[in-house]
């Protein structure tokens, strides 16, 4: 299976700033079926880039996500309060589908 | 409006077993997959498997840790996907998401949650 490692662990940032999340994958991900979710604690998910660099609905343009291969990268042009949470990436090329261990981006 | 709703989550014993449903509303359920997503608490996310929707057979996929213990299934005319766990273990112990995409969009429930303990 493809196992996919973020990071940093934890982003330490204030309203405003920019952050760039990182997201490997032990091997290339098919077709860059890679996605990026963010979790508020309590909540569930909600998909905010599919197929690497596709916005989901709805989501704002502040997100970006760029990538291929086995690199891939979300980018918040300007962290909003809401923006403070937990980001999962991905990979759906291939079965079984699995996430990485998160990003925690926390209020500096 | 779309909405997913999960339920039948609770207490259970290792060795035991328990059946997860996710009503759907809002859109075709017929043609559309569904999948399993679950977290322990405080940790992160765990694909749990899928089913597809009749045009693929019904087929489903499921991660090793979970198969040969865990069954998806559905009923298109309940609107309704479900997901049966057997043999339970203390490290099934999670929330359970069930969660559909549309589009561009995705959809999840508000999780159900099972314990798994003696």
């Known amino acids: 299976e493809i196992v996919l490692t973020q990071s940093p662990g934890t982003l330490s940032l204030s309203p405003g700033e920019r952050a760039t999340l990182s997201c490997r994958a032990s091997q290339s991900v098919t077709n860059g079926y890679l996605a990026w979710y963010h979790q508020i604690p309590g909540q569930a998910p909600r998909l905010l880039i599919y197929?690497?660099?596709s916005r989901a609905t709805g989501i704002p343009d502040r997100f970006s996500g760029t990538g291929s291969g086995t690199d891939f990268t979300l980018t918040i042009s300007r962290l909003e309060p809401e923006d403070f949470a937990v980001y999962y990436c991905q990979q759906y090329g291939s079965s079984p589908r699995t996430f990485g261990q998160g990003t925690r981006v926390e209020v500096k | 409006e779309v909405q997913l709703v999960e339920f039948g989550g609770g207490l259970v014993q290792p060795g035991g077993s328990l059946k997860l449903s996710c009503a759907a509303s809002?859109?075709?359920?017929?043609?559309?997959?569904f999948h399993w997503v679950r977290q322990a608490s405080g940790k992160g996310l765990e694909w749990v498997g899928r089913?597809?929707?009749?045009?693929?057979?019904?087929?489903?996929e499921y991660a090793a840790s979970v198969k040969g213990r865990f069954t998806f299934s559905r009923d298109d005319s309940k609107n309704t996907a479900y997901l049966q766990m057997n043999s339970l273990k203390t490290e099934d112990t999670a929330v359970y998401y069930c969660t559909t995409t549309l589009g561009a969009s995705d959809y999840w429930g508000q999780g159900t949650l099972v314990t798994v303990s003696s």
């Open positions: 197929g690497a660099s």
């Open positions: 089913i597809r929707s009749k045009a693929f057979s019904y087929a489903t």
């Open positions: 809002g859109f075709t359920f017929s043609g559309s997959n």
